[in-house]
């Protein structure tokens, strides 16, 4: 399969933004809702959640001359997007890592930041392990990057079918698609089992999801994945499952230099002291034409609140008055899926020397879905494999050293004993992580999207959304936490 592996207007505005960013002050009231010794802040607007999507509509908020605070949880900004600590002062990607071609938010973002990028390394053949058998196969030919399994053929129709249907999706709305009722009453697996005869197919099909979404085929709508396929472009360039799901001009294609992390470190630090860290966001109440937002340790007055994160991570936000019920079921109907990345640090990237790429697809083990995530200059090896949906699920309660144990198992078995001699390793967790409880992405099952869809975007009061799951494009990928911060600061702006 196209590398089944995972995840296959800034520019000079960010200039000006940037230099506002460096002027606006934050102003500091005393209301009297504060708790005894917190402090009490007011600002025009106050974003709940300091990953990609609110920290870019803080900055084109500051850049629109209003006041901001950022409320993070965490004492660290980024979210999603998190530099994994090696144990030897160095990081490797644990959250988000690539960008690829149509990725143009998350790209200008990065280039105003001095954040480069360069290619993921991509030469060699892939390794396909299925039914106990080592596979290598070229990336290159007529197939692509599909993996030599029994039903390519099979396969290849049931991907053009997918293609021919998300044709018909209007990215962000899909609900609105003809057949969006039948689509949403079924799930990947309904669909797939009746589009297919063969059990290679159906593996590659189920390892699609599980590569992009990290859930298993069986809990995920249709209609969602149609939108997941229609989303993966840009306003002139309309999205395609090739462009989702490989590497070469694909949305794996690139990383960037020092980390993806540089991208929303370097935003914070522009935003400076409005963010405040260690502020979980417990309660958002709209009273007397404002809203308060009570957070540990301090309480923030303003005009509006944007939420900046995922609807399953919003709905352990208290809403006075409660949201509207369509809002408010969303919330409940939108999981997250089950990830971690586990790294192994070698001396050299020994399988390049054995003319691999370092990506590989199993069917079996702990890790489904490998990369090459050794630095630019490939002076030392890192080799990153995904651990998704029941893969993690089985790790539960397992201790480090034996999370670390499947984890080398599973590079062995892809690229041989030398995997299994690391310097160091590392892994990260993202379905026990309090604040994203999963990811890359939140989804949903059928019947969500059409009775609920419309209610992702849609502002309740004062209270807007934002967040990758609101994107219109590359909906769960940094590209769309930077559209969406983009469209609620555009959303708010005349309304301030
Ligand atoms: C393992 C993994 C791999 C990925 N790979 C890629 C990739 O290769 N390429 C790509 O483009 N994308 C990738 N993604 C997806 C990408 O990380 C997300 O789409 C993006 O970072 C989401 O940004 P966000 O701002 O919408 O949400 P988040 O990053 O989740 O930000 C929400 C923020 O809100 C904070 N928060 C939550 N609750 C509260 C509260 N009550 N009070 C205050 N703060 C709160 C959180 O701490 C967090 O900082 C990956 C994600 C994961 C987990």
């Known amino acids: 399969m196209p590398n089944l592996s995972r995840r ?11 230099a506002a960013l460096a002027t606006a002050t934050v102003s500091s009231s005393s209301p009297a809702q504060a708790a005894p010794g917190d402090p009490a802040l007011t600002a025009d607007v106050v974003i709940v959640g300091g990953g990609l999507s609110g920290l870019t509509a803080a900055r084109d908020l500051v850049g629109g001359g209003k006041s901001v605070i950022v409320l993070e949880a965490r004492d660290r900004a980024g979210g999603r997007v998190y530099g994994m600590p090696l144990g030897d002062g160095t990081t490797s990607e644990g959250g988000a890592e690539f960008i690829g071609p149509t990725q143009d938010r998350i790209a200008a973002l990065a280039t105003s930041l001095g954040v480069q990028t360069f290619p993921t390394y991509n030469t060699g053949k892939n390794v396909y392990y299925r039914n106990g058998k080592r596979s290598l196969y070229a990336t290159d030919g007529l197939l692509g990057a599909v993996p030599p399994d029994w039903g390519i053929l099979d396969l290849e129709i049931a991907m053009l079918r997918i293609g021919d249907m998300a044709k018909k999706i209007t990215p962000g709305t899909p609900w609105t698609a003809a057949e969006a009722e039948e689509w949403d009453s079924q799930t990947v697996h309904t669909w797939s089992r009746g589009a297919t005869i063969s059990n290679g197919a159906r593996f590659l099909l189920d390892a699609f999801i599980s590569s992009t979404l990290s859930c298993r085929s069986k809990d995920v709508s249709m209609l969602y994945v149609l ?26 294609e690139s990383r960037f230099v020092g980390g993806s992390q540089e991208v929303p470190l370097r935003l914070a630090a522009q935003l400076g002291d409005r ?54 079921q969303l919330m409940q109907r939108f999981p997250m899926g089950s990830v971690a990345k586990f790294v192994a640090v070698y001396d050299t990237p020994f399988w390049r020397a054995e003319g691999l790429t370092g990506q590989a697809l199993a069917d079996s083990g702990a890790i489904d879905a490998t990369f090459d995530n050794s630095p630019p200059d490939g002076s030392r090896g890192i080799l990153m494999g995904f651990i998704n949906q029941t893969n993690i699920r089985r790790l539960d309660g397992k201790s480090p050293a034996e999370v670390t144990a499947a984890g080398l198992d599973s590079f062995t078995k892809m690229f041989g004993t030398k995997a299994s001699t690391p310097l160091r390793t590392a892994f990260q967790r993202w379905d026990n992580e309090t604040w994203s409880g999963g990811g890359p992405v939140g989804y949903t099952a059928p019947g969500v999207l059409t009775e609920f869809g419309p209610a992702l975007r849609e502002p309740c009061g ?14 769960g990928y940094m590209d769309g936490a930077v559209r969406s911060g983009e469209r609620v600061a555009q959303e708010l702006l005349p309304l301030l």
């Not at 296959?8 to 940037?18: E, H, I, K, T």
């Not at 309660?283 to 609807?311: F, L």
């Open 275 to 328: 963010i405040k860290y260690n502020a979980p966001v417990r309660r958002i109440v709209q009273e007397n034409g404002g809203v308060r937002v009570e957070a540990d340790g301090v309480n923030v007055s303003a005009k509006r609140v944007v939420v900046a994160m995922s609807p399953a991570i919003a709905n352990k936000i208290e809403f006075l008055p409660g949201l509207p019920a369509s809002r408010a």
């Open 8 to 18: 296959r207007m800034l520019g000079g505005s960010a200039v000006a933004a940037g």
């Open 227 to 252: 939108n997941y396929v229609a989303s993966a472009g840009n306003e002139t360039n309309p999205g395609n499952i090739d462009r989702l799901i490989n590497t070469k001009a694909g949305g794996q």
């Open 462 to 475: 004062l209270v807007h959304w934002a967040g990758t799951e609101t994107s219109t494009y590359w909906t």
